[in-house]
């Protein structure tokens, strides 16, 4: 594993420049080019016959180049332009801002391109990928795709890939015995990683994306394992009631709490009165009464001695929770203010120097309520 974290700038062909170009896609290391996957794929093996090219559609097309030239247009762009002859048919293909393409296009090799048919009298293909072929039979298939940034082409991402491949595939770990593997009729992650980036079939590559999608589930879940275990070992504040307030403020309200709020609640209280700190989501439809719950708690740890802070996304949310909020603890003493962004600099000292000084046991507001000096 230590030689999939290598820093990818000493994998040949990348260097401290095209590093630093990675870098800007969060990729820094030989595993992260690993989990750089196509975005797409090109099946090259599908050519367009060259009586038929439309003006304006895409065209791939085997050929033999006859000449080459090199030109400037106004602006001072280099054009080169080659006449390729495929199936009988001379075509001119251009290259934009790539001087560098007359030292590649030799005359009598073979090649293949694709790009957007500008002319069909005489046709004409401004191109966007090529290359230069052995013969007729070296055609590539099935190609990747990938997200890119100005400087690195495809074709460096496909030689890039090809080689960490080659050079590092065997050092990935596997985390799947082979018992495990059949069970869930998966393949090896050295199989998923090779077909996810040069699929050798259609069955390949989705048995590469099966693996990889349970590859990346099984680890989510085991970091949350993992963090659920750091946590129970970090204590947190107990909170155990000095008075009857919990009991008065359920006592005044004007419904009967239903069995899944009841049962919320008394798992809620009892993480709070555990030396752990409590992580807990409560998920429930619009009107289900989830406000509520959120109440009790607040004011468990209102009675425990502790204040308690209640944070919505928007302001009007505040506003309807705060005013949901004041209805629920009507009567019962306990103090709640509203802190927004839109609150006034008076107003706001005001509300600190009362939260400072404990007296205001529930804060209700926007992000105003983690910004410094608030807490």
């Not at 230590?2 to 590093?19: E, I, T």
């Not at 048919?89 to 073979?110: E, S, Y």
């Not at 109440?295 to 425990?304: D, E, F, G, H």
């Amino acid at each position: 594993m230590d030689r999939l974290l290598q820093n990818v700038q000493y994998l040949k062909g990348v260097g401290p420049q095209r590093s630093k170009l990675l870098a800007k896609m969060n990729i820094h290391s030989i595993f992260d080019l690993l989990w750089h996957f196509p975005r797409t794929y090109i099946d090259r093996s599908v050519l367009q016959p060259t009586h038929q090219l439309v003006t304006g559609d895409q065209a791939a097309i085997i050929g033999t180049v006859l000449t080459t030239r090199s030109s400037r247009s106004r602006r001072g762009m280099t054009i080169i332009s080659a006449a390729i002859e495929s199936q009988g048919i001379t075509i001119q293909a251009v290259w934009f801002n790539q001087p560098f393409m007359t030292d590649i296009l030799k005359n009598g090799r073979k090649i293949w391109l694709s790009g957007k048919v500008r002319n069909v009298l005489p046709p004409e293909i401004h191109v966007s990928e090529y290359e230069m072929l052995e013969s007729e039979e070296s055609v590539p298939g099935i190609v990747p795709v990938y997200h890119t940034t100005e400087g690195i082409s495809q074709k460096m991402w496909r030689s890039l890939l090809e080689r960490v491949l080659k050079t590092y595939l065997g050092d990935y770990p596997e985390i799947l015995d082979q018992s495990q593997r059949q069970h869930y009729e998966l393949c090896t992650i050295q199989e998923a990683l090779a077909n996810i980036h040069f699929p050798t079939e259609g069955s390949a590559y989705q048995q590469a994306r099966r693996r990889l999608a349970f590859e990346e589930l099984l680890l989510f879940q085991l970091r949350l394992r993992s963090l659920a275990v750091e946590d129970n070992k970090l204590t947190g504040l107990v909170h155990k009631e000095k008075d009857d307030l919990v009991q008065k403020i359920r006592g005044g309200l004007s419904y009967q709490l239903t069995p899944a709020q009841e049962r919320v609640i008394a798992e809620i209280f009892n993480d709070m009165e555990s030396p752990w700190i409590m992580n807990r989501l409560l998920q429930g439809d619009v009107g289900a009464g989830k406000t509520v719950v959120a109440a009790l708690a607040m004011v468990k740890a209102v009675s425990s001695g502790y204040q308690a802070a209640f944070m919505v996304p928007t302001e009007i949310l505040a506003l309807q929770h705060g005013q949901a909020l004041t209805n629920i603890l009507y009567g019962s003493g306990v103090k709640l203010e509203l802190l927004t962004g839109s609150t006034s600099a008076a107003e706001r000292s005001r509300i600190l120097e009362l939260t400072h000084r404990g007296e205001i046991d529930i804060l209700v507001g926007t992000h105003a309520l983690i910004q410094e000096g608030v807490a």
